[in-house]
């Protein structure tokens, strides 16, 4: 695998796609964001880096591919526990190594730095624990300090934590967060998966470019056949699949929201009725013309951003006994 591809499809839990259940191969993927400065030290010259950062930890790790104007990128680090967090360990002691008197975070002291991972919003609570309890464990044992973000990223499902420290206590951290993550992988299924770049300008980029992909709401578009002559001869189908648990938000109170993204993109959207894999997501499709097939994607990603926006406002009280 190229140093500078992404790797596998996963949502910042364990390989469980693969498999119903983790137990006896605990493969945890752990996702964080970089700069585009950082990733360029992550990967090395000629990918050197990279190679020697899987030689000696045994994990499978990738850069996702640069986008123009964007200034992140997403690591994806995937392995076993230890591997993972020795694997992010090292990583950080590389990116002060290289920017030893610029900190990753502005907020952070010059002699420690700080990874910003990449967590499923639906596997917060298993980070977190019951009245913070678990964090702060984590906090303690590792020395680390953790700062989570209140808002969900940009048409996904993941939220930011920061884990700010010295290397090693970073790497005690984030093998904690692994096993976290792994004790509750269902909880990550369906998870929207957050890539730089993905806003309006996204949008507009991937229109008409045949194919959109947005971590697990996955897009493909194709020529509608036999359109009748009445109908615009460029008629295309784009389909997505989104997390079953995010279809109601899209399909309001009696499909109000639902009729009204079809009158404002004149588009014809239909949704399946049944999960169509063991993911769990529902199939949308849509047939219209790429500029209203454009409209509805944009629609469509504007209602989940306000059910996440008020998934994350109910969360709020379990956010601040995080940070006290």
């Not at 992140?72 to 992010?88: I, N």
């Not at 004790?183 to 998870?191: A, H, K, M, P």
């Not at 493909?220 to 279809?247: E, F, G």
């Amino acid at each position: 695998m190229s140093s500078d591809s992404p790797v596998q499809r996963e949502s910042g839990s364990p390989a469980h796609s693969r498999s119903p259940s983790p137990v006896g191969n605990e493969v945890l993927t752990l996702r964080a964001l970089v700069s585009t400065k950082d990733a360029g030290v992550i990967i090395g010259k000629a990918g050197k880096n990279v190679a020697d950062l899987r030689d000696h930890t045994g994990v499978k790790a990738g850069v996702s591919k640069v986008i123009p104007g964007v200034h992140e990128r997403v690591l994806t680090v995937s392995g076993s526990v230890e591997g993972v967090a020795k694997a992010y360990a090292l990583i950080v002691s590389q990116l002060v190594a290289a920017n030893p008197s610029s900190p990753v975070s502005p907020t952070v002291p010059s002699q420690q730095t700080a990874i910003r991972l990449l967590i499923s919003h639906n596997l917060m609570g298993s980070v977190i624990g019951r009245n913070g309890l678990k964090i702060k464990a984590i906090q303690d044992a590792s020395g680390a300090r953790m700062v989570a973000s209140k808002d969900m990223l940009p048409q996904s499902t993941e939220r930011i934590v920061e884990v700010q420290g010295a290397s090693d206590s970073i790497g005690r951290a984030i093998e904690e967060i692994g096993r976290c993550l792994l004790e509750d992988w269902e909880r990550g299924l369906g998870t929207v998966l957050f890539h730089p770049g993905s806003g309006e300008d996204r949008s507009r980029r991937s229109g008409n470019s045949g194919r959109r992909t947005n971590g697990d709401v996955r897009g493909r578009t194709s020529p509608s056949p036999h359109s009748p002559s009445s109908q615009p001869t460029n008629l295309r189908t784009q389909n997505i699949s989104i997390p079953s648990d995010m279809v109601g938000c899209i399909i309001g109170r009696n499909g109000t929201k639902i009729t009204e993204i079809r009158r404002l993109s004149g588009s014809k959207i239909s949704i399946a009725k049944e999960p169509h894999d063991e993911t769990g997501e529902r199939m949308f499709t849509i047939v219209g013309t790429p500029e209203a097939n454009e409209k509805a994607l944009f629609l469509l990603y504007n209602q989940l951003e306000s059910e996440k926006e008020r998934r994350v406002g109910r969360d709020q009280q379990q956010q601040e006994e995080m940070q006290d």
